[in-house]
């Protein structure tokens, strides 16, 4: 079974920036089957950005402009480059491959 290790997260300032990482093991990488989502406290957990067979990539409303998913293949790892962070956007976030969940990572965005 593939294994999901993300990092990355952590306490940053209104306006700051974090990449998260997620990296998958295993000996065939299928990145368009991957993404990342969120979960903050009492709400549900939801989407953020992921990948689509094809290599397209989705985003909730509310990240599009501000959040990039990307991969390296020859890592096996996705990426989530965060810009221009909200207080909203203080969660665990949580890489997944279609099947599988990482542990998650916190994220919080606090002055």
């Known amino acids: 079974q593939v294994q999901l290790v993300e990092s990355g997260g952590g306490l940053v300032q209104p306006g700051g920036s974090l990449r998260l990482s997620c990296a998958a093991s295993g000996s065939i990488f299928r990145f368009y089957n991957m993404g990342w989502f969120r979960q903050a406290p009492g709400k549900q957990r939801e989407l953020v950005a992921r990948?689509?067979?094809?290599?397209?990539?989705i985003y909730t409303d509310s990240v599009k402009g501000r959040f990039t998913i990307s991969t390296d293949v020859v890592k096996h790892t996705v990426y989530l480059q965060m810009n221009s962070l909200k207080s909203e956007d203080t969660a665990v976030y949580f890489c997944?491959?279609?099947?599988?969940w990482g542990q998650g990572t916190q994220v919080t965005v606090s002055s």
């Open positions: 990948f689509i067979p094809g290599g397209s990539t």
């Open positions: 997944n491959d279609g099947i599988r």
